[in-house]
């Protein structure tokens, strides 16, 4: 399944992936390892939680839900957030700390070709990717024929020692909190790809850059390799969310608030339920993850 749509209906090729809500349930120990272990600093607190990010820019909303229980394994939600670095030493430094903190989080690692990533578990079961973008020239395109463009990724080995061995510096340690860094990409739990698709790219616009055996779906705007990703390897078959502890919101952000309004343009016309007070727009995908659009 391939599905087009029209130049006018695309998202705007200069979206970016704004702040991920997660809804937690023990303040201070999940604060503590994004803090410390990620080299996150808080930016805000209230009674909503805490922001933390780097420089001035929030990467991560941690808001209290102290009566909710933890998903189960096979339920639409979250599968990463994945936290995008400059340069591979600023990658490296992040990577040390996280598995200095706990190396039991540490997940995995993968060159995938088009970046290269690690992975690990924060304290409450929330996946995380840490990554560099390799150049967007080394990239590989497979054209189909219908025009249809693909994004060649693999999965290929990545020791984490080596890396650090040929990337981590003093100095990239040293200056950790001050090395930018950004959400590049969402990764998402669903049911389905084929409706994910529908939904992803028919309706909200965005353009399908990989799949990979009706397991999961890659989507991006301008280009990039993908801003969110879809599965099904843990959760085919899930049905809407429950009111859990996880992902509570993924922000989305656009330039102009006449790509906001064309967006409500779209949701409204496929019937899908949406806030919209011109600035921003809320709506929920079919596995009721929330989404929000704003003008960044």
């Known amino acids: 399944m391939n599905l087009q749509v029209n130049a006018q209906d695309l998202l705007p090729a200069d ?15 999940m604060t503590s390892y994004y803090e410390q272990a990620l080299g996150l600093d808080p930016l805000s607190e209230g ?12 990467l991560v909303h941690l808001a209290p839900a102290g009566g909710l229980q933890l ?39 993968a060159d995938h070709l088009v970046s290269e990533a690690f992975y690990f578990t924060d304290p409450e079961g929330n996946g995380i990717e840490l990554y560099f973008d390799k150049p967007r020239e080394s990239w590989q395109w497979n054209t189909g ?8 990724m693999d999965n290929v080995a990545l020791p984490p020692q080596l890396y650090l061995q040929d990337h981590l510096t003093e100095a990239s340690l040293a200056g950790q909190r001050e090395a930018g860094a950004e959400i590049g990409h ?43 990703a879809m599965n099904v390897w843990n959760s085919r078959g899930a049905g809407p969310r429950k009111d859990t502890l996880g ?34 727009l809320r709506f929920e995908d079919p596995w009721r993850n929330q989404l929000r659009v704003a003008v960044g």
Do not use: C
């Open 145 to 152: 024929a219908d025009g249809s463009r693909e994004v060649h």
């Open 71 to 109: 998903p189960s394994r096979g339920e639409a939600g979250l599968f990463h957030t994945a936290f995008l670095f400059g340069d591979r030493a600023s990658l490296a430094a992040t990577v040390a700390t996280a598995a200095q903190y706990d190396p039991r989080r540490f997940a995995g690692s």
């Open 186 to 228: 969402v990764h998402l739990q669903v049911g389905d790809t084929d409706v994910a698709e529908d939904f992803y790219v028919k309706t909200l616009g965005f353009e399908r850059t990989a799949g990979w055996h009706g397991q999961a779906l890659f989507v991006s705007a301008g280009g990039y390799h993908h801003h969110m």
């Open 15 to 29: 979206l970016s992936m704004g702040t991920v809500m997660l809804k937690v349930g023990d303040m201070k120990t």
């Open 47 to 58: 009674l909503g939680g805490v922001y933390l990010g780097r420089g001035s820019t929030p």
């Open 247 to 280: 992902l509570g919101e993924v922000v989305i952000h656009v330039p102009t608030e006449d790509e906001v309004g064309a967006l409500a343009e779209r949701l409204s016309s496929a019937g899908i339920g949406h806030h919209h007070t011109g600035a921003e």
